[in-house]
C-alpha cells in the first residue's frame, strides 16, 4: 500500500510539473532501478501533450493554417440513394426518401427549352410555361388554383435554355394529387384561343421587367453574341413579334414534338416511397408520346459555334458600367467540366455590400476588394449539352474599368501558368461545401435528381463527385486553364457609361501576354 501511495504522489507531481519534464534539470524520478522505464514512460507521453499543443495538427484548425486540407465528407456515404426506374414507354420515375419529412416535391423534368425552338417559333418553350396552368379538359384555371391552394401546395415552374420543369410542394398526404394534376396539365391542357391573347399581354410586361434586370440583359447579349446565328444564341423570352404571333397550333407542335417520355423525368423527394410513385406515374402518365428522338440528336443537328467578338451598348446616363467576358467552355459530360468548377471557385465573388477583401482567398476578390475597383463581380461557369460559357461579370464605375478589367484577365489568364497547391485546396472545399448546402430541402434534391437526369443519364452519388472534384489539382487546373483560357478567342457583353472599358483586341492579347 505504501508503494501504490507513493507513486500516486508521484503521478500527481508529476502531472502538476510539466515544465520539469519538458526542462534540462536533473530528473526528480530515479534514472535507474525498477520504475525507471514507467517515469520515462511517462515523461515522454506529457512530453509529447505539450508538442502537440504547442503544435497543433492543421488539419483541425484549418482557418489557421497556410496550406489547408481537403474536408472529410465521409458522411455523404450516408445519404439516402436515389431509385430509378425506367417505363416501357421511356419514362423515367426517380425517387429520393426522406420518410421523416413531412412534405414532398414531385415534378417533371423535360429535356426541352428554348434551344429547341426555330427563329420563327422563339419563345413557345415559355409561352407555354405560361399557359400550361390556364385549363385543361377536366379542370378550369379556377379550379386548379383553388385545388393547389386548398391542399396548402405550391406549383410553379421554369424554363431555361435546354430545360423545362413543372414542380409542386404539398403535404406528405397529398402526393398522389399533385401527381395527378401535374399529368394533367401536361397532357390536357386546353390552351383556349381567349387565354392566349391574354397571356401575350403577361408576357409582353414580364419582358419588359426582365429588361430592367442588367444582369439579365448581359447574359442574353454575352449569349448572343458568343453564339452568334444558333439556337443558343437566342433568348428564352424571344422577341416581342413572336409572342404576338404565337397561336395554339405552335404550342400544340411543340409539345407533341418535345414533351416525348424518353426525354421526361418523374423526380420526386422527400415523404415518398419509390414503389407508390412509380405505381401512380404509370396510372396517369399514360398519353405521352413515345418518340425516340433524343434531344442529343436534334442538338447536334445545329451545333453552337463559339464566336470571338462582343457586344456593347453605351448608354452614359447610367450610372454604373457593368460587363462580361467569357471563353468557349465545355459540356457537361466534358472530363475537364469538373475543374472548370473548381478554377470558378477559385476566381471567386465579391460584393462591396458583403465586406471582405484582402482576407478572401480568391485573389481577384483581393484585388478588387482592396483597391476598391468594382461595385460587384462573380465568376460563373454555364454548362450545356456541347459547349458552355466561362468567365467573369462585373459591376463598376466608370473611371474603374480599366483597372478592373486588367485585375480579371490578369487572374484569369494567371491560371494557365501559375497555380498554388493550397488555392486549389481551398477552392475543392468551398465548392463541395456549397453543392451540398443547394440540396437542402425537398425540392433542391429533387431537382438535383432530374437534372442530373437529363444531362448525365443518371444521378452522381456525392461520394463520386466529390472524389472528382478532390482529383483536381493545380497541374489539372493548369491544363485546362491552357485548353480553354490561354491564347483563346472571348466574348464580351457591356452596357452602360462603358467608352473607358478596353477594346477587344486588349482583352484577346492579355490571354497571353502575362506569361511573359
Given amino acids: ?110 429535356d426541352a427549352g428554348s434551344r429547341f425552338e426555330s427563329e420563327e417559333t422563339n419563345g413557345t418553350a415559355h409561352f407555354l410555361e405560361h399557359m400550361i396552368f390556364k385549363g385543361t379538359e377536366r379542370r378550369s384555371a379556377r379550379q386548379l388554383e383553388e385545388e393547389i391552394e386548398n391542399m396548402g401546395g405550391h406549383l410553379n415552374a421554369y424554363t431555361s435554355r435546354e430545360q423545362t420543369t413543372y414542380f409542386a410542394k404539398v403535404m406528405d398526404s397529398h402526393v398522389n394529387k399533385a401527381l395527378d394534376i401535374l399529368s394533367d396539365i401536361l397532357q390536357n391542357s386546353t390552351f383556349e384561343e381567349s387565354r392566349i391573347n391574354r397571356e401575350r399581354d403577361v408576357i409582353l410586361r414580364e419582358m419588359e421587367e426582365v429588361e430592367g434586370q442588367t444582369e439579365e440583359v448581359i447574359f442574353d447579349h454575352l449569349h448572343a453574341t458568343a453564339f452568334q446565328y444558333t439556337p443558343l444564341g437566342r433568348t428564352i423570352l424571344g422577341p416581342a413579334e413572336n409572342i404576338k404571333t404565337i397561336t395554339k397550333s405552335h404550342l400544340q407542335n411543340y409539345i407533341a414534338t418535345h414533351y416525348t417520355a424518353p426525354r421526361m423525368v418523374i423526380a ?54 457593368q460587363f462580361s467576358v467569357a471563353f468557349n467552355g465545355v459540356s457537361y459530360t466534358d472530363p475537364d467540366s469538373i475543374a472548370l468548377m473548381v478554377m470558378q471557385s477559385m476566381l471567386g465573388s465579391w460584393n462591396k455590400h458583403s465586406g471582405g477583401g484582402k482576407h478572401m482567398g480568391s485573389e481577384l476578390a483581393q484585388r478588387v476588394g482592396i483597391n476598391e475597383i468594382a461595385e460587384s463581380m462573380m465568376a460563373f461557369n454555364t454548362n450545356y449539352k456541347d459547349t458552355g460559357l466561362f468567365g467573369v461579370y462585373a459591376v463598376a464605375k466608370p473611371d474603374c474599368l480599366d483597372d478592373l478589367a486588367w485585375a480579371i484577365m490578369h487572374e484569369i489568364s494567371k491560371l494557365c501558368y501559375r497555380v498554388s497547391e493550397a488555392d486549389v485546396t481551398r477552392a475543392c472545399n468551398q465548392l463541395k461545401s456549397s453543392l451540398l448546402l443547394h440540396v437542402d430541402g425537398t425540392s433542391p434534391v429533387a431537382e438535383d435528381i432530374g437534372r442530373q437526369l437529363l444531362t448525365y443519364g443518371r444521378r452522381i452519388p456525392f461520394a463520386e463527385f466529390f472524389a472528382r472534384i478532390d482529383a483536381v489539382d493545380a497541374n489539372t487546373v493548369k491544363r485546362v486553364a491552357n485548353r480553354i483560357i490561354y491564347d483563346r ?21 492579355r490571354t497571353y501576354w502575362n506569361r511573359y
Fill in 1 to 110: 500500500m505504501k508503494r501504490l501511495l507513493s507513486r500516486s504522489r508521484q503521478l500527481r507531481r508529476l502531472s502538476s510539473s510539466a515544465a520539469a519534464v519538458a526542462s534540462p534539470s536533473p530528473s526528480p524520478f530515479p534514472s535507474s532501478g525498477p520504475n525507471a522505464m514507467v517515469y520515462d514512460h511517462l515523461a515522454e507521453s506529457v512530453k509529447s501533450k505539450l508538442g502537440r499543443l504547442e503544435n497543433p495538427d492543421p488539419r483541425f484548425l484549418t482557418h489557421n493554417s497556410p496550406h489547408p486540407t481537403l474536408a472529410d465528407h465521409t458522411s455523404i456515404l450516408t445519404a439516402p440513394a436515389t431509385k430509378i426506374t425506367t417505363l416501357p414507354n421511356g419514362l423515367r420515375v426517380a425517387t429520393e426518401s426522406q420518410l421523416a419529412s413531412r412534405t414532398a416535391t414531385v415534378g417533371v423534368w423535360i
Fill in 268 to 321: 420526386a423527394s422527400g415523404a415518398v416511397k419509390h414503389e407508390e410513385i412509380v405505381e401512380q406515374v404509370k396510372k396517369y402518365f399514360t398519353k405521352l408520346s413515345t418518340d425516340p428522338t433524343s434531344a442529343a440528336q436534334l442538338v447536334a443537328k445545329e451545333t453552337a459555334t463559339f464566336t470571338g467578338s462582343e457586344v456593347r451598348m453605351i448608354d452614359d446616363d447610367i450610372p454604373l458600367a
Fill in 489 to 509: 478567342d472571348v466574348a464580351i457583353a457591356a452596357m452602360g457609361p462603358v467608352k473607358k472599358l478596353p477594346d477587344y483586341n486588349w482583352f484577346r492579347r
